[in-house]
């Protein structure tokens, strides 16, 4: 049975995200999708004293702009890499495994980037590393120059891997028809996600971080528990 996950990419992804990679046999970056304004392509959430903090990656995308994920071109005007660095550092440098992972950090930052497909892609590539998840095949979309309609253009994602099963995020039940895959032999799946409870610095627990602030408090046990069975009630 072969699983295939088509997700767009994500700043700093949360921990949803790499669940979808962990479960699939395929993860798919859909990068040749309109770029939506309003996503978590180029922001985040982490954790300090006082509550949750955006992490923001600026962008020059205009408001009737229609460009696709991997072109959007980030705004480098201001000095937002050396902000997120600060805030990374500033709330996270008492976690029980900052030095492990805070080079990783250090080294995005340190970089010159022009696309933000290219910062995304470094720390999806890097934290799937962290996680125990480098041997997963991962693509992008637009490698395969796939053409057709929303559903089209994910049926075929999933012929070209031969894919069994489709697994995809909870919101897509609001607009995948099933039937269409079904005619294909594709069974869909909908990730139902059950956020962990673990320790975190900085009071009571706060799901739907970023990664990051898993990695930094757990380490090496960041993939169980991302994956365990130590639920809360309300999954993203």
Request: net charge positive.
């Amino acid at each position: 049975m072969v699983r295939v996950a088509i997700l767009q990419p994500g700043y700093l992804p949360w921990l949803g995200f790499f669940e979808q990679m962990y479960m699939s046999d395929v993860f798919v970056i859909y990068d040749d999708v309109k770029y939506d304004k309003q996503g978590w392509r180029n922001r985040n959430r982490i954790k300090t004293s006082n509550g949750i903090c955006w992490l923001t990656v600026p962008v020059n995308v205009k408001f009737k702009d229609s460009s696709l994920v991997k072109e959007v071109i980030i705004d480098n005007r201001t000095n937002w890499k050396r902000k997120h660095l600060l805030s990374i550092k500033q709330n996270y440098s008492k976690a029980l495994f900052y030095r492990k992972y805070i080079d990783i950090v250090e080294e995005a930052y340190a970089r010159d980037w022009h696309y933000l497909i290219d910062i995304d892609l470094y720390f999806i590539t890097e934290f799937a590393s962290c996680l125990g998840l480098s041997k997963k095949k991962i693509v992008r979309s637009s490698s395969y120059n796939i053409r057709g309609d929303r559903i089209e253009r994910l049926i075929a994602l999933c012929k070209i891997f031969k894919a069994d099963i489709f697994y995809e995020g909870f919101a897509g039940k609001d607009y995948i028809e099933e039937k269409c895959f079904e005619e294909h032999g594709i069974k869909v799946e909908f990730q139902n996600y059950k956020h962990p409870v673990y320790t975190q610095l900085h009071g009571n627990f706060i799901p739907k971080l970023s990664v990051i602030d898993l990695l930094f408090n757990l380490g090496p046990e960041s993939l169980s528990v991302l994956a365990n069975k130590n639920f809360m009630e309300d999954g993203g």
